[in-house]
């Protein structure tokens, strides 16, 4: 069954360094999200992609988040300067559609520990 | 205002008992979507289910139901003759128009 891969599965980082989470989402999707689970508490919608360019973006997702498709298969998340507050599970999702009845398949996840 | 509510924060239950996560959710549209989504310890989503706002009937798969109330906005989920497997953070979700909502999750565990 196809799925939706990440890397790395764990990253440790001090505070201030640049972060970058790696997707590969299912190879027919069109619609590309990330999500961000903080320890403990629900997912949260940080960005949506689309057609190469960002299709709707959460208050979450200020200037230091940045995301990019660069070669038609991997879907990144960049966090340029990351804060202790960025500590979370981050979660890439791929849908074949953009309607609501959309189903998300979800990855593994990639969690980043900022020290 | 909370789009999504899972007012139980954690359930424990004993192996074989039969156990149900309550669902409420909130929203002016007519068409919308509901979902739920398991995650194990390993801490992946896995998808569940789907149901579309025009289609009450419950369902069955297994050991798993789900019960649509639209009258109460209510899309509950329960677990007959639970495992030890089905320990787990359940999430509840929303989709309308292009916005999907999470729960706060109901945190499952299933003593042997």
């Known amino acids: 069954e196809p799925e939706v891969t990440q890397t790395p599965s764990h990253q440790v980082t001090q505070m201030g360094q640049e972060v970058i989470l790696r997707c590969v989402p299912i190879?027919?999707?069109?619609?590309f999200y990330w999500y961000r689970q903080i320890l403990g508490q629900k997912v949260e919608f940080l960005v949506s992609?689309?057609?190469?360019?960002?299709?709707?973006k959460s208050e979450i997702f200020d200037d230091q988040f940045s995301v990019e498709r660069p070669d038609g298969s991997n879907f990144t998340l960049k966090i340029r300067s990351t804060k202790l507050e960025d500590s979370a599970m981050y979660f890439c999702?791929?849908?074949?559609?953009?309607?609501?009845?959309?189903?998300?398949?979800f990855g593994a996840g990639s969690r980043l520990t900022v020290l | 205002a909370q789009k999504v509510t899972q007012a139980q924060t954690e359930i424990s239950v004993v192996e074989k008992e039969d156990v149900t996560l309550d669902c409420v959710y909130e929203?002016?549209?007519?068409?919308?979507?509901l979902f739920w989504y398991k995650q194990p310890p390993s801490g992946e989503l896995v998808f569940l289910i789907r149901?579309?706002?025009?289609?009450?009937q419950n369902e069955i798969s297994g050991r798993y139901s789900w019960n649509f109330q639209k009258s109460t906005s209510s899309f509950n989920f329960t677990i007959t003759a639970s495992q030890v497997v089905d320990s787990a953070v359940y999430f509840c979700?929303?989709?309308?128009?292009?916005?999907?909502?999470f729960g706060t999750g109901t945190s499952l565990t299933v003593i042997p």
């Open positions: 999702a791929s849908s074949l559609q953009r309607s609501g009845a959309n189903v998300l398949t």
């Open positions: 190879s027919n999707h069109l619609y």
């Open positions: 992609f689309y057609n190469n360019e960002i299709s709707e």
């Open positions: 929203t002016r549209d007519t068409t919308y979507y």
């Open positions: 149901r579309n706002s025009f289609d009450e």
């Open positions: 979700a929303l989709s309308e128009g292009n916005q999907f909502y």
